[in-house]
């Protein structure tokens, strides 16, 4: 459970990035 609880906060934080990068400052 906890290395499944890991991998969504690492796909989210990598959604979260992608999400910046193409947001415009």
């Known amino acids: ?3 499944l609880r ?3 906060l690492l796909v989210l ?3 979260l ?3 910046l990068s193409c ?3």
């Open 1 to 3: 459970m906890l290395s």
């Open 6 to 8: 890991i991998d969504l």
């Open 13 to 15: 934080f990598i959604y």
């Open 17 to 19: 990035g992608s999400k």
């Open 23 to 25: 947001m415009p400052k």
